[in-house]
C-alpha cells in the first residue's frame, strides 16, 4: 500500500514538473528573409540580422502574411475576385512598355512604382480592397506586398514569378 502511494507521488510530481518546464519555456522566433523574391525567401534563420543571400533585413517569419497566386491561376483568379486592384509596382516606363524585354501589362492595372509606394504611396491605396500586386519577376511585387500587410492591408496577393511568367494572352491588355 505505501508502494502504492509512493509511485502515485512521483507519477503526480514527473507530470507536474513536465506542465510546468512546458509553460515556461519560451517559443523560438524563426526569422526569414523580408520577401524580395528570390530563393532565399525560403530559408530559415535563428535570429534577426540580415539574410545571407540578398541583404534584406530578417523579420519574424509570421509577419509574412501575403498570398501568392501562380500564373497558370491568374486568369481564374482574376475572374473570381471581387472588389479587386491589380497593382503594377514597376518603373512608369516598364508600365508603358518601354523595359527590355517588354513583359506586357495587365488588363484594369493601375502604376504606382515601388519607389513611390515606399515612400508612403501606398496610403492612397484603399484597404478593403483584394490587391494584386506584380512587377516583371516578383521581386519588387513581394516586397510590395510585405511593406502593405505590415500596413494594414489585409487581402493582398502577389503574383509569383511576374510577368515574365505570364502565358495567357486574355489577362494581358
Excluded at 518546464?21 to 526569422?31: G, H, L, N, W
Excluded at 509606394?117 to 501606398?122: H, P, Q, S
Aim: hydrophobic share 30%.
Amino acid at each position: 500500500m505505501i508502494y502504492k502511494a509512493l509511485l502515485l507521488v512521483v507519477i503526480i510530481c514527473s507530470g507536474s514538473k513536465k506542465g510546468i518546464s512546458q509553460k515556461t519555456s519560451p517559443k523560438k522566433i524563426q526569422y526569414a528573409c523580408s520577401p524580395c523574391g528570390i530563393s532565399c525567401d525560403n530559408k530559415v534563420f535563428d535570429g534577426p540580422g540580415q539574410c545571407t543571400g540578398c541583404k534584406m533585413k530578417l523579420v519574424d517569419k509570421k509577419s509574412i502574411i501575403h498570398r501568392s497566386v501562380s500564373p497558370s491561376d491568374l486568369s481564374r483568379f482574376l475572374k473570381s475576385t471581387k472588389n479587386l486592384m491589380v497593382l503594377d509596382v514597376r518603373t512608369k516606363g516598364e508600365f508603358e512598355g518601354h523595359g527590355e524585354p517588354d513583359f506586357g501589362t495587365l488588363k484594369n492595372s493601375v502604376n504606382i512604382p515601388i519607389d513611390d509606394l515606399e515612400k508612403g504611396g501606398y496610403k492612397s491605396l484603399d484597404k478593403n480592397k483584394t490587391i494584386l500586386v506584380y512587377c516583371s519577376h516578383s521581386h519588387r511585387s513581394s516586397r510590395v506586398s510585405y511593406l502593405l500587410t505590415q500596413n494594414g492591408f489585409k487581402n493582398v496577393v502577389n503574383l509569383s514569378g511576374g510577368m515574365s511568367e505570364v502565358r495567357d494572352q486574355s489577362v494581358r491588355k
